[in-house]
T-cell receptor, first 114, second 112 residues
Framework: DAGVIQSPRHEVTEMGQEVTLRCKPI?????LFWYRQTMMRGLELLIY????????DSGMPEDRFSAKMPNASFSTLKIQPSEPRDSAVYFC????????????FGEGSWLTVV | KQEVTQIPAALSVPEGENLVLNCSFT??????LQWFRQDPGKGLTSLLL?????REQTSGRLNASLDKSSGRSTLYIAASQPGDSATYLC???????????FGKGTMLLVSP
């Protein structure tokens, strides 16, 4: 299996622009997670989907952030408008609840907002 | 609210040493605990997963222990190698339906 695939790997954008991050989970996994990692705050869960349904979005920082999972093989995290404080690494991860809940991470999308 | 702390934040050792990384959590009613490795510029890779009913898990030179009553887990790395240099993160799952709470990690450097 190719693992969790994220795109883009790196993005530099100007403040105010819309940013869309994409994720393809491992085939057959029914849980998908979006995390944000910064030096100051470490890894923070933004939102969690189970069977394509958002279960917990309490970590989404504000209305500028939105996430969708239109089908079992694709999810997006959108930031509109972006701000410099959104600069971070955004990770997508997936898991299969039937396999001991081991979670598999993508390699991350490195976002810089200038 | 579950909080996970990892000590030390950074560790530097010479090659060949045995070492222990520590993880503590505030709520002992956990479902499982995982140790992850993160290389620079990369995502996280799961190393070991310990279910709440287990006391330890082993994989090669790695051994992770879990003491729920004291809210602690340790990751033991035997005969460390330069290739072990990475950040090691501990994460706790409070229930079967909850998500993971991560510590901030221990950055390990193993010198040749």
């Amino acid at each position: 299996d190719a693992g969790v695939i994220q795109s883009p790997r790196h993005e530099v954008t100007e403040m105010g622009q819309e940013v869309t991050l994409r994720c393809k989970p491992i085939s057959g996994h029914n849980s998908l997670f979006w995390y944000r990692q910064t030096m100051m705050r470490g890894l923070e869960l933004l939102i969690y989907f189970n069977n394509n349904v958002p279960i917990d979005d309490s970590g989404m920082p504000e209305d500028r952030f939105s996430a969708k999972m239109p089908n079992a093989s694709f999810s997006t995290l959108k930031i509109q408008p972006s701000e410099p404080r959104d600069s971070a690494v955004y990770f997508c991860a997936s898991s299969d609840r039937g396999h001991g809940n081991t979670i598999y991470f993508g390699e991350g999308s490195w976002l810089t907002v200038v | 609210k579950q909080e996970v702390t990892q000590i030390p934040a950074a560790l530097s050792v010479p090659e060949g040493e045995n070492l222990v990384l520590n993880c503590s959590f505030t709520d002992s009613a956990i479902y499982n605990l995982q140790w992850f490795r993160q290389d620079p510029g990369k995502g996280l890779t799961s190393l070991l997963l310990i279910q709440s009913s287990q006391r330890e898990q082993t994989s090669g030179r790695l051994n992770a222990s879990l003491d729920k009553s004291s809210g602690r887990s340790t990751l033991y790395i035997a005969a460390s190698q330069p290739g072990d240099s990475a950040t090691y993160l501990c994460a706790v799952k409070t229930s079967g339906y909850s998500t993971l709470t991560f510590g901030k990690g221990t950055m390990l450097l193993v010198s040749p």
